[in-house]
């Protein structure tokens, strides 16, 4: 990859949609992880205005403190940057006692993952619509149209997404270039919903050089019956996400009536 031609690429891209939209810029939700440096720091050589919001919900410590060391170092090096801490973990907390209880706590840990996300998502348009911006979204190609690993109207809910044409290998080789801080980039890869230090490679049960290729082999017509072992095992991994979240990556489903119906 001809890394600094693609960086420069993507952030005349973003300039050139932001003049072609009338609006002064964009937000972006900071997380403490590798793909919101990147998409930050891109938005951010535009030299138009960034927001970038802080919205822990029952976070953990690290990725507080990474996420405010990027904002701090992206201040530093862009005037055009500002930073806003919205906490919403009395927010989760209320709906959480708003809404019914269930019979095992354990049942909801998937939905209340997400509602985070939501929440953040909403919090993002917010401030979008208050100050004229719009929302970048954070995800890579593996992410929205391999395996699908993010939430429907949640990280998944943004006007635009700057890299969701690279690989999270290529991210890496982005990050090292445009000099983001090395305890982001050392970081294991979390989609931050849970409040513990669950991996992204915990969840899905392989790591994104493995997912990758996997997704290679798809696009090229492979079965699982052209591998065995830990390659057989991969694919199937990346086979099974796929498919089950298959309707976060295509157009929402429309039913369309027959014209002599109308």
Not at 77 to 106: G, H, I, M
Not at 128 to 134: E, I, N, R
Not at 196 to 207: N, V
Request: charged fraction near 25%.
């Amino acid at each position: 990859m001809q890394t600094e031609k693609v960086i420069d690429h993507i952030v005349d891209w973003l300039k050139d949609y932001a003049n072609k939209a009338n609006i002064k810029g964009y937000v972006i939700g900071i997380s403490g992880g590798i793909d919101s440096a990147v998409t930050s720091t891109l938005c951010a050589r535009t030299g138009l205005q960034l927001l970038c919001l802080e919205m822990p919900i029952h976070q953990a410590e690290n990725q507080i403190t990474r996420a405010s060391n990027h904002i701090d170092w992206l201040m530093g090096q862009y005037k055009a940057v500002n930073r806003q801490l919205v906490n919403l973990t009395p927010t989760f907390d209320s709906l959480v006692q708003a809404l019914p209880a269930v019979e095992k706590e354990e049942d909801r840990f998937m939905s209340l993952a997400n509602t985070r996300a939501r929440l953040r998502m909403t919090t993002l348009y917010y401030f979008a619509a208050l100050d004229g911006l719009l929302v970048a979204g954070t995800g890579n190609k593996v992410e929205d149209f391999g395996v699908g690993f993010y939430t429907k109207y949640g990280d998944g809910g943004v006007d635009l997404s700057p890299i969701a044409d690279l690989l999270k290998t290529e991210v890496y080789e982005i990050a090292k270039v445009l000099g983001i801080n090395e305890e982001i980039i050392k970081a294991a890869p979390t989609d931050g919903l849970w409040g513990d230090d669950r991996t992204d490679e915990d969840q899905i049960g392989a790591s994104y050089p493995e997912l990758e290729w996997a997704m290679q082999m798809a696009d090229e017509g492979k079965t699982s019956k052209d591998f065995s072992d830990r390659e057989k095992e991969v694919f199937l991994i990346y086979q099974r996400f796929n498919i089950a979240n298959k309707h976060k990556m295509v157009p929402i489903p429309i039913c369309e009536i027959p014209s002599d119906l109308k």
